[in-house]
């Protein structure tokens, strides 16, 4: 074990504890969640920031707190009405989860809301980070919130070298931050390890002459190329290449528009319906898809095909035209006009895609009837 982590109360780590927390309380970001931080607000911001680049993510969370300051709103708010305002942020089930918490919270704590770590973690999409984060900084409990940017400093601090997405190289960190949490002020601990995170210990280029760490930290002195620095990762997820199909149907000017599932991919938000296939390594647009109804017919490509990439699959999206004669009744969605379709909440990848889709959809549309 590595003697920090054995004798985590040593004198060194707590100055360098102490050191932390003035270097946050002079550097710290304005940041609006900072200014009266609240369970809701915490909260939100906790839930959204997550796989969120801050500047994106505070435009959100402005956006949220004006249309809906508290719980209770929130929960009044339909769900599709809060995948609408997520639009755009990805990893949609995080905003059906808020939606559902809301709910929760404002059915189990008439009064308020949860203030027990437990209590917490039994909410839908709240984890360990977001849990310990919310209780350290808005009840003061003494919990170490780990989160990535919390990994990265920790290990190149103590100079673990194990793979940190393993549990041998994971659990030590995390035994460590529980052990470090300052007892009197978790709350600003915890986030002044994330600002080091974000502003100093940053992954390509840690800037160790300006970190108040820098006197304990075991990396402080190693050469800073590419690397050569913990943390370390043992391997990431392949890829997967594969070919997405939409189908746009028209049926008298009107297109069908389903919503899917909320478990998987884009659950939840409405989409045109669609069809996977092996990649082949190129798009082949004289090769049509199978029809998803033996009655349609097929009009051929339309729009660009675009490339689409999410955590572990990468879709060669391709738009494919069908007309749906007026005799055939399809059941698997909503026929919508574009101008209504488009209000419905869409991914991003439909979205970024929509206008070229829909104008090149037109023209096929009205030659075929010409
Ligand atoms: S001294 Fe350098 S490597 Fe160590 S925590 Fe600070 S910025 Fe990161």
Not at 118 to 134: D, H
Request: net charge negative; charged share 20%; hydrophobic share 35%.
């Amino acid at each position: 074990m590595h003697p920090k982590i054995a004798f985590s109360e040593d004198v060194g780590l707590t100055m360098a504890r102490n050191e932390l927390q003035r270097w946050y309380l002079e550097h710290e970001r304005p940041l609006p969640w900072r200014e009266q931080p609240a369970p809701y607000g915490t909260w939100l911001c906790e839930v959204i920031m997550q796989q969120t680049r801050i500047d994106q993510g505070t435009a959100y969370w402005e956006r949220f707190m004006h249309r809906w300051p508290n719980f209770q709103s929130l929960a009044d708010a339909s769900v599709d009405e809060v995948l609408k305002e997520w639009q755009g942020l990805g990893y949609y089930s995080r905003a059906r989860n808020l939606h559902k918490t809301a709910q929760i919270i404002c059915d189990e704590y008439p009064q308020g809301h949860p203030t027990e770590l437990n209590q917490w973690l039994a909410l839908p999409g709240v984890g360990a980070y977001t849990a310990a984060a919310i209780c350290s900084i808005c009840f003061g409990t003494p919990v170490a919130a780990v989160d990535g940017n919390v990994l990265r400093v920790l290990s190149r601090f103590l100079g673990i070298h194990e793979p940190i997405d393993r549990p041998s190289g994971r659990k030590p960190l995390e035994a460590f931050a529980e052990a470090w949490v300052d007892p009197k002020h978790p709350g600003r601990h915890n986030q002044a390890l994330m600002e080091l995170g974000a502003l100093i210990c940053t992954p390509h280029a840690p800037d160790c002459a300006h970190c108040p760490l820098q006197k304990e930290c075991t990396s402080s002195f190693m050469p800073h190329k590419k690397g050569s620095m913990p943390p370390f990762k043992q391997g990431k997820t392949k890829v997967q290449d594969v070919a997405l199909h939409f189908h746009v149907i028209h049926q008298n000017g009107r297109i069908l528009m389903q919503q899917r599932p909320d478990h998987g991919i884009w659950g939840g938000l409405w989409t045109f319906p669609s069809s996977e296939a092996p990649w082949e390594g190129s798009i082949n647009n004289d090769v049509i898809p199978e029809p998803l109804d033996q009655c349609l017919i097929a009009r051929g490509p339309c729009g660009t095909s675009v490339k689409h990439l999410l955590s572990h699959r990468r879709f060669h999206v391709q738009f494919w035209l069908w007309s749906c004669p007026e005799d055939c009744t399809l059941e698997m969605g909503e026929w919508h006009r574009w101008d209504s379709a488009e209000l419905l909440a869409l991914p991003r990848v439909l979205e970024s895609s929509w206008e070229d889709v829909k104008n090149s959809a037109s023209q096929k549309e009205s030659k075929t009837n010409a």
